[in-house]
């Protein structure tokens, strides 16, 4: 499978745990964009990385967020100190730098109790 | 705010109809507007996308109304299928915002048999 993958598919965690998720984007794509997405709504823009660099990060990622992609091919997102608001779907996408088109992984559905 | 309005919140057609969804946007530097499927517990799937430059856009059964004088477009499904219900999502993105996607709250469509 050449699409993007994401790994765990399912994340169950209680409050005060910290995360981590991971993204595998289409090889040869240099942007990878993080979004999340609640239930019963579009998804909404985290951060993104051109290669290695992170250029964008949005309001909605506070200090408990971090994310990485060290050799510009997989990336990371870790939350620390989960809270309930952060029950959602994470969703990675990738896409050639200087094209329009991203193309989404199957997501990590993260479960606060 | 949300800067991709979309309507209806959901809709359901008998097989062989026309579902028609809404979408509208105010940030004129907006140049690519794609539209994602997306069904339960997957990923968003690019379907179609267009410019501005365009009014109409088809692929196969799906196809973009574009009005840039208004700021709307709009996704139909011809002769719907069951297997077409799923969650339709419009988005927007411009270069000079380094392509990061808003996204409309989604449309879930029924097709009935």
């Known amino acids: 499978d050449t699409g993007v993958s994401q790994d765990p598919r399912h994340k169950i965690t209680k409050r005060g745990q910290n995360v981590t998720f991971r993204c595998d984007p289409i090889?040869?794509?240099?942007?990878l964009y993080w979004y999340r997405q609640t239930l019963g709504q579009g998804p909404e823009f985290l951060t993104y990385?051109?290669?290695?660099?992170?250029?964008?990060k949005s309001r909605l990622l506070s200090d408990r967020f971090s994310a990485e992609r060290p050799k510009g091919s997989f990336s990371t997102l870790e939350i620390q100190r989960t809270e309930q608001g952060d029950s959602a779907m994470y969703l990675c996408?990738?896409?050639?730098?200087?094209?329009?088109?991203?193309?989404f992984g199957p997501g990590t559905r993260l479960t606060v109790l | 705010q949300q800067q991709v309005k979309q309507s209806p919140q959901s809709l359901i057609v008998q097989k062989g109809g026309i579902p028609i969804i809404n979408c509208a946007y105010e940030?004129?530097?907006?140049?690519?507007f794609p539209w994602y499927q997306q069904f339960p517990g997957k990923g968003p799937a690019l379907l179609i996308a267009?410019?501005?430059?365009?009014s109409e856009k088809k692929e196969g059964r799906f196809t973009i109304s574009f009005n840039k004088s208004a700021k709307q477009f709009s996704l139909h499904i011809m002769d719907s299928q069951p297997g077409d219900s799923a969650t339709y999502f419009c988005?927007?993105?411009?270069?000079?915002?380094?392509?990061?996607?808003?996204f409309g709250a989604g449309t879930t469509v029924t097709v009935r048999a």
């Open positions: 990385f051109q290669n290695e660099a992170q250029l964008e």
């Open positions: 940030n004129t530097a907006f140049d690519y």
């Open positions: 996408a990738s896409s050639l730098k200087g094209y329009n088109e991203q193309f």
């Open positions: 090889s040869e794509h240099n942007r």
């Open positions: 988005a927007a993105s411009s270069a000079r915002g380094d392509y990061k996607l808003s």
């Open positions: 267009i410019r501005p430059d365009v």
